[in-house]
């Protein structure tokens, strides 16, 4: 299957498929004569199981070392787990530092008439 097949198949933009192969990530089974990727049922697989960590947020490292326990039979789950757990943990923490700008924020427009007149807390507080 050539390049944008195997994108549609993934659910992944062709520039992202040509990315993840130019890094070694996930690369096509073979390159046809005219050096077009060719990509097989293991490397769409491989595509659609880096679409969905990444979808998660992993990074491509954390996808790389993902991957390569997913093609170890012998991998044990402590070690996807662990590295799910260290995703799960930046999550949890964005959302306190989310959280905490809301709050912020939430109180700063409470804070605002909202009128015609110039005196913004919003305005006072960022300057």
Known sequence: MNISGAAKAAGLPVKTVRYYADIGLVEPAARTAAGYRDYDDASLR?????????GFGFSIAQCRELLGLYQDADRSSAEVKEIASARLAEIRAKQCELQVLHDELAHLVDACC?????DCPIIDYLS
């Open 114 to 118: 909202g009128d015609a007149r110039p």
């Open 46 to 54: 491989k595509l659609s199981f880096v679409g969905r960590a990444r």
